[in-house]
């Protein structure tokens, strides 16, 4: 069986802005702050671990995509590396 952790950072990758418009339509684009472990997070979202997403979601280190970070994107054109965790794209700003 294959672990958890490995078979996210399988499925992470880089994507566009406009890659990830129809995933920001559908309201299911969280961003996780730089520097924090995109994978750690995917897996504790992965695992259901509803106190380690809270403490990230009250410090600010996890949040869904805003229309003003959109806004922002539209301008700035940014890639993401990305994780999915269904339903769930967690996406980190690469600059």
């Given amino acids: 069986m294959t672990d958890p952790v490995e078979a996210l950072q ?3 990758g880089v ?3 406009h890659e990830l418009t129809r995933h920001f339509a559908r309201g299911v684009v ?3 702050s730089p520097g924090c472990d995109l ?3 995917g ?3 992965a695992a259901d671990d509803a106190e380690a997403i809270r403490v990230l979601l009250d410090d600010g280190t996890l949040a869904r995509a805003s ?3 959109a806004r922002g994107w539209v301008a700035s054109e940014p890639s ?3 994780v ?3 339903p769930w794209v967690l996406v980190q700003p690469l600059h």
């Fill in 15 to 17: 994507l566009t802005w």
């Fill in 10 to 12: 399988a499925s992470s």
């Fill in 84 to 86: 999915v965790v269904a």
């Fill in 80 to 82: 993401f590396r990305c």
């Fill in 67 to 69: 229309d003003d970070d």
């Fill in 39 to 41: 994978v750690a997070v």
């Fill in 43 to 45: 897996d504790r979202m």
């Fill in 30 to 32: 969280v961003v996780v």
